[in-house]
């Protein structure tokens, strides 16, 4: 079965500081997209990074970059700069080939403090 | 961005009835959208799979019969609950994916919160 591990239900980070989401992922297929949601008290999906398998070069949007370490099938969120709005569910998940249909971690909470 | 939109956000409904909730892309023509579950603090659970024009594929342990999806075009699908049980009570997730993006980046809807008394 295709699973996504996220091993960390819980974390804390000071704001400003910087914190890394894990999370690891099992799968035989060699096309495949991984991705980073994150899920406010709103409920609202929000789309953070998204890394092509094929890609070597680990992806950035600002604040947030990604360790992807495909031979170890890892995918960690790094949040720089953390801000009080970064608080927040952080689900790890990928899609595979053609299908596009999401396999999702259990989650992590981030909690931010002030 | 590409925006998705769910009505109802709330519905409470007594059990026995049924309850339909529109998933609607508003700029953009999904081919494909999804329908997800999820209970307090727990992570989003596929339930199916709709493409326009087609039968949903459910996914294993979803009753098709409970859960009518229908996809009737490319910016709208439908998820109704059937004969709704208070176990049905849940937060309810769409998504749809763009139309030939590489990508297969799937956009979210709002929710909708099921509670059934």
């Known amino acids: 079965a295709q699973t996504v591990t996220q091993s960390q239900p819980e974390m804390s980070v000071q704001e400003a500081e910087t914190v890394t989401l894990s999370c690891t992922y099992d799968?035989?297929?060699?096309?495949?997209?991984l991705f980073w949601y994150k899920q406010p008290p709103s409920r609202q999906m929000i789309l953070v990074i998204r890394?092509?398998?094929?890609?070597?070069q680990n992806a950035t949007e600002n604040r947030f970059s990604v360790n992807f370490q495909k031979a170890a099938k890892s995918f960690s969120l790094k949040i720089s700069d953390s801000q009080l709005g970064d608080a927040a569910m952080y689900f790890c998940?990928?899609?595979?080939?053609?299908?596009?249909?999401?396999?999702f971690g259990g989650g992590t909470r981030l909690m931010v403090k002030p | 961005g590409a925006v998705v939109s769910q009505h109802p956000s709330r519905v409470i409904c007594k059990s026995g009835t049924s309850v339909k909730i529109e998933c609607r892309s508003l700029?953009?023509?999904?081919?494909?959208m999804f329908w997800y579950r999820q209970f307090p603090k727990q992570s989003l659970m596929l339930m199916a799979t709709?493409?326009?024009?087609?039968?949903?594929?459910?996914e294993q342990g979803v009753e098709k019969d409970k859960f009518l999806i229908n996809h009737a075009s490319l910016t709208l699908s439908t998820l109704t609950v059937t004969s709704a049980h208070p176990e049905d009570s849940s937060f309810y997730i769409c998504?749809?994916?763009?139309?030939?993006?590489?990508?297969?980046?799937?956009?979210f809807g709002p929710g909708t919160r099921l509670t059934v008394l």
């Open positions: 998504s749809a994916s763009l139309v030939g993006l590489a990508g297969r980046e799937q956009f």
């Open positions: 799968t035989s297929e060699s096309d495949y997209y």
């Open positions: 890394q092509e398998a094929y890609k070597q």
């Open positions: 998940a990928y899609t595979i080939g053609a299908g596009n249909m999401l396999t």
């Open positions: 700029d953009f023509q999904a081919t494909t």
């Open positions: 709709s493409n326009e024009g087609s039968k949903a594929t459910y």
